[in-house]
């Protein structure tokens, strides 16, 4: 997996959110939230989800890790996915999406290109209570589990959902493996 990239735009479509990102001579077309201020030339950092599909393999990036947790609480509600995800971030900032779920505003929600009124409800219905503010009562953060954690046990074929509710607000041990192995433990008690 594709957890994070660094290199220079090499390219940039604004219409589909899509920059390629030079890295080391290898050119990663990646779907970004926002691409209107990067111009060619620019150096830039990327937090990436990976889909992997039987006829391709997408990179989605952010440019912080609170964006593409985001994302990925979005892509585990049922009939979201990455493009839905995508435009919802495109269209809102990330704290005016989690402060319309959080007040429960479906409506706000489905102005959201793609998302009509049923998917808005679920969206709020899913999300709404399991978001978490960081002290200053903005900038919505996932649950504190390490990131690798996420990732390993996603390889192993776990969804998103399975991972969150079962591990939603545990403490992990310090050390990866014994987290992984604490994880793993949560989940088959699930």
Do not use: C
């Not at 939230?33 to 111009?39: C, E, I, K, N, Q």
């Not at 998302?115 to 978490?132: D, P, Q």
């Not at 953060?141 to 046990?153: H, K, N, T």
Request: hydrophobic fraction near 45%; proline fraction near 4%.
């Amino acid at each position: 997996m594709i957890g994070w990239l660094s290199g220079v735009v090499l390219r940039r479509d604004v219409q589909d959110g899509v920059v390629v990102l030079d890295v080391a001579g290898v050119g990663y077309q990646v779907h970004v939230a926002t691409s209107g201020d990067l111009r060619v030339g620019d150096p830039l950092e990327l937090h990436v989800h990976t889909v992997v599909r039987a006829d391709a393999i997408l990179l989605y990036g952010f440019r912080d890790i609170a964006e593409r947790e985001f994302f990925e609480l979005l892509l585990a509600t049922p009939g979201v996915g990455p493009s839905t995800a995508m435009a919802a971030l495109r269209t809102m900032s990330l704290d005016e999406l989690a402060q319309a779920i959080d007040r429960g505003d479906a409506k706000r929600v489905a102005q959201i290109p793609g998302i009509g009124a049923k998917t808005a409800s679920r969206i709020v219905l899913e999300l709404k209570g399991k978001l978490v503010f960081d002290a200053a009562g903005e900038t919505p953060v996932a649950d504190e589990r390490p990131r690798e954690i996420d990732d390993a046990l996603r390889s192993l074929g776990y969804s998103v959902p399975e991972i969150r509710e079962a591990l939603a607000g545990v403490e992990f041990p310090d050390d990866e493996s014994e987290a992984l192995r604490f994880a793993l433990q949560r989940l088959r008690r699930a």
